[in-house]
């Protein structure tokens, strides 16, 4: 439409096909890459919105190697678990005053 043309040659690409290619091409990689879990980059290293997934060994690795970022998230991971704890303890209290305490266990 504005004679621009996108290409995508990697879209179709999975997390393995890319880190079989550049095993293939023989890039080294930052050794953070070696931690396990799905780490990919510490290029968003104070954003907590995948914590679950593989955060453990980040926040090792980031204590470990990169304690100056580590002190600066510290802030904000207290933060966001003050946040998570007192919205799940509302959620909590809700389902508490609905449901018999029987029916409100996890289970």
Known sequence: MTGVEVQHPLWDWTHD?????????????????AIGGRIDSLDCWSC??????????????????TPDLFRALLP??????NAAVAELLEVDGIVRAVLPLEE???G
């Open 76 to 81: 904000r991971l207290v933060h966001v678990r």
């Open 17 to 33: 096909d890319v880190f079989a290619y550049l095993r293939s091409e023989g890039v080294e990689l930052p050794a953070h890459y």
């Open 48 to 65: 907590t919105a995948h914590l679950p997934y593989g955060g453990a060994e980040r926040l090792a690795w980031m204590k470990e190697n």
């Open 104 to 106: 409100a266990q996890p």
